[in-house]
């Protein structure tokens, strides 16, 4: 067999060897999920808090090498440093029966990969909804100087309740202002320019991966084609991505900037992190939800970092100063920027909130920090396209532009903007009141029944934390009033199947399921959680105790057979000690001794066997020599002292002339009986 074919092989049985096992005696293997380069991920339970997990194990032969096992506890500690709802948990990292391993947070739902291959390219709306959420979870990791390095599709998971989540941090790295790779690394279709050309990275390489991702959401494809790794390559470095608009004609212009200002190839052109692209974002689809995707533009800033603040127009070939007029498009009469006041009747560019000297009503204006010699932002030509549709409708753009600009102000930083609430769970209610109203005045109280937060704390809301609103909006606060305790129903005699339906009806959860030796029928519930009538919080799990069929009876019988009967049964013999009985017979079990009762199938036991009564008559041993009566005395249970003027040598010799208790007397075994070689 080919080595590479034996390798598969032996990572195959690995991995069956997995499924259905208890890993670090606490994650049940139930099945695989994926796998990828380094590891196997497996769904699991957790059997210490009752809950399904997602445990990656790293496979066997890469574990061997202490490289790959270093990658990864990297990993899980880049990503425990992390908490938003928009990224996948960490919950335990560890070492066990040889397996290396990550405990993460279980998705149910699919991959953005595996919608985008379902469904296609997505609305402009719902592409930038998407980008949003992602982009929440990736500032958050930005935030905390971490990078991801490996963002794409297949590392996003859209959860069955609506959830959007960013998960894998396997390549991601402490961020500093140049991370170097150490070797190239992710995915070549999302790569930055930089990474190809210099090996370094900072947050505008993930940056530039986000808007790859926004134009194949799109377009439904990737911008660059090609069979080989190095043409792709080529495409990152040399040539740039075009506008989905030229895919997709039904693209709005205001998404073809936003798109282009995230894959500009010099990382000085774009946003400087994800909290910086994500702020655009949010107002862009505040844009489009208005009708304003063919008529707004964006003043993008021509260095995103925190080094170089001064900004480009995208409508402008030349530097434009307060005293120049400039020539806009048909389509511009909005600009995206940090808004202020303006005077009645001037057009204005909303750049920077930089102070300025004079400011004429009449003129229009410029606002931003510009300064000489720039280098021309890669947006320009698309700005040029679009001014050559004709100066004839600048007027009517003029007065348009006011209200437009008032409308996205209104509509974004302004009181009828959107907003997102942070998490408020198990926050006390005066507090979480306190927060909401920074967002609104329109607020109501509900209360619920909770199995997870105590009384009297904030349960939810509604909108839920991250979920944009309309400011002043109504917003509701969930408080707890804790479980509400109901009876679980009977269960006894029933199927594990059939007891699952019972309890999920009755409005509880399922909780951990194991058998154990019992004389219930093989297969049926004969005890649970609330079996003696107890109230239990409605929604909790309920453990279930299943009937493993009944323990082997041994006592009786002789040891050899007792211990075969139990073997066979699947049940460990952990000790034999012995003892006096009057009742059993020499040899045979007198108890079985087990840790637990009910027994869990497989578990251990202890054995206890009879040495034979408890009483013993005396025999008659006067003529026999010292030695011999001794040692028969003893083996008989008793005590035995020699009262002697011999030597021990002469015990073979002397002989018995005097025993303190009579020959024929009945006595306990361990009585102290004296015999002497005088009387």
């Not at 040399?238 to 010099?266: F, Q, R």
């Not at 505040?286 to 964006?298: D, I, K, M, P």
């Not at 307060?322 to 920027?337: C, E, S, Y």
């Not at 002397?654 to 208790?661: E, G, L, P």
């Amino acid at each position: 067999m080919p080595c590479a074919e034996f390798g598969a092989l032996r990572h195959e049985r690995v991995l069956l060897s997995l499924v259905h096992q208890l890993l670090a005696d606490r994650y049940r293997i139930e099945h695989l999920l994926a796998r990828g380069g380094m590891a196997d991920v497996y769904l699991a339970t957790d059997e210490r808090l009752d809950r399904q997990v997602a445990v990656k194990v790293i496979y066997p032969h890469l574990a061997a090498d202490a490289r790959f096992t270093e990658k990864f506890i990297r990993e899980a500690k880049t990503a425990a440093k992390l908490n938003h709802p928009n990224l996948v948990n960490v919950f335990d990292q560890g070492s066990a029966d040889g397996h290396t391993y990550m405990v993460m947070e279980y998705v149910a739902g699919m991959t953005l990969r595996d919608a985008l291959d379902k469904f296609g390219k997505l609305a402009p709306e719902r592409a930038l909804d998407l980008l949003d959420a992602v982009l929440r979870g990736l500032a958050a990791a930005h935030r905390a100087g971490i990078l991801h390095r490996d963002l794409k599709p297949e590392n996003v998971f859209l959860a069955d309740d609506g959830r959007i989540k960013l998960g894998d941090f396997g390549l991601a790295r402490e961020a500093n202002s140049a991370t170097s790779t150490g070797g190239l690394m992710g995915t070549i279709a999302y790569i930055a320019p930089e990474l190809l050309t210099r090996g370094q990275a900072d947050a505008r390489s993930d940056v530039y991966s986000a808007g790859i991702m926004l134009f194949e959401f799109l377009t439904g494809k990737q911008p660059f084609d090609g069979t080989e790794i190095a043409h792709i390559a080529h495409q990152h470095v040399a040539v740039g991505v075009p506008a989905p608009s030229t895919v997709n004609p039904a693209i709005p212009p205001l998404v073809d900037e936003l798109t282009l200002w995230a894959c500009a190839m010099d990382p000085m052109y774009r946003p400087a992190n994800a909290q910086a692209f994500g702020e655009v974002v949010q107002r862009v689809r505040s844009e489009l939800r208005a009708g304003n995707g063919a008529t707004t533009r964006l003043d993008l800033p021509q260095f995103a970092d925190s080094a170089a603040t001064k900004l480009i127009s995208v409508e402008a070939t030349n530097l434009l100063t307060p005293a120049t007029t400039p020539v806009l498009d048909t389509g511009a009469t909005t600009v995206i920027g940090n808004t202020f006041s303006t005077e009645t009747g001037a057009t204005t560019v909303i750049g920077n909130t930089s102070d300025f000297a004079t400011h004429d009503p009449g003129a229009t204006t410029v606002i931003g920090d510009y300064s000489a010699e720039l280098p021309l932002h890669p947006l320009e030509e698309l700005a040029a396209t679009r001014r050559s549709r004709g100066k004839w409708m600048a007027a009517g753009i003029v007065a348009f532009a006011l209200a437009a600009s008032a409308a996205g102000w209104w509509f974004s930083a302004g009181p009828g903007g959107m907003t997102a609430l942070p998490d408020l769970k198990s926050t006390a209610l005066d507090a979480a009141e306190k927060v909401v109203a920074g967002y609104t005045g329109n607020i109501s109280v509900a209360k619920e029944y909770s199995t997870t937060v105590s009384q009297g704390l904030v349960t939810h809301t509604d909108p839920a934390p991250g979920a944009l609103f309309w400011k002043g909006s109504h917003v509701t606060i969930f408080v707890s009033k804790g479980a509400q305790l109901v009876a679980v129903p009977s269960l006894k005699g029933l199927t594990l199947d059939q007891a699952k339906a019972k309890l999920v009806a009755a409005g509880f959860a399922v909780g951990t399921a194991k058998k154990y030796y019992s004389a219930a029928p093989a297969g049926t519930v004969f005890d649970y959680l609330g079996s003696d009538g107890t109230k239990i919080g409605l929604g909790s799990s309920i453990a279930l105790q299943l009937s493993g069929g009944a323990m082997p009876n041994v006592v009786g019988s002789q040891q050899t057979d007792a211990i075969t009967a139990l073997q066979a049964a699947g049940i460990k013999i952990s000790g034999i000690s012995k003892d006096y009985s009057d009742a059993v017979a020499t040899g045979a079990v007198m108890s079985v001794t087990q840790a637990q009762n009910p027994l869990p199938v497989g578990a251990s036991v202890q054995l206890t066997v009879s040495q034979g009564p408890t009483t013993v008559v005396v025999p008659n041993f006067i003529g026999e020599t010292l030695a011999a009566a001794q040692l028969a005395l003893q083996s008989q249970g008793l005590s035995v002292t020699v009262n002697t003027d011999q030597l021990q040598s002469a015990w073979g010799v002397a002989k018995v002339r005097f025993m303190s208790i009579t020959p024929g007397t009945v006595v306990k075994r361990g009585t102290q009986i004296i015999i002497s070689n005088h009387k």
